[in-house]
């Protein structure tokens, strides 16, 4: 018993946390790959839900600047007396 409890001591043991510590590193490093997997699925969908908020924001920002151009120049064109027949922007 004393020999098998030595051998295991010596050579077996050190073989298992060998292999233990070897899983643990696989396993962080396969936890980091996820995670950054997983940080950069995040970032994109972040990214284009931000772009799609600025499109919208810009668009309505010059729809708006398009009507007040063509209701400024219909004002003008009355107050000056001339036909005005210039189509409304498009909705």
């Avoid at 051998?7 to 233990?20: D, S």
């Avoid at 936890?31 to 668009?59: D, H, L, M, T, V």
């Avoid at 009355?78 to 036909?83: F, K, L, M, N």
């Amino acid at each position: 018993m004393v020999t098998a409890r030595y051998l295991t001591e010596k050579f077996l043991e050190p073989l298992r946390e060998k292999i233990r510590a070897e899983g643990k590193a696989e396993g962080i490093s396969e936890g980091i790959a996820e995670g950054e997997a997983r940080g950069i699925a995040q970032g994109k969908a972040q990214g284009i839900a931000e772009g799609k908020a600025r499109g919208i924001s810009e668009g309505a920002a010059r729809k708006q600047r398009e009507w007040e151009d063509w209701l400024r120049d219909e004002q003008e064109a009355r107050e000056r007396g001339e036909p005005f027949d210039e189509p409304p922007p498009s909705l």
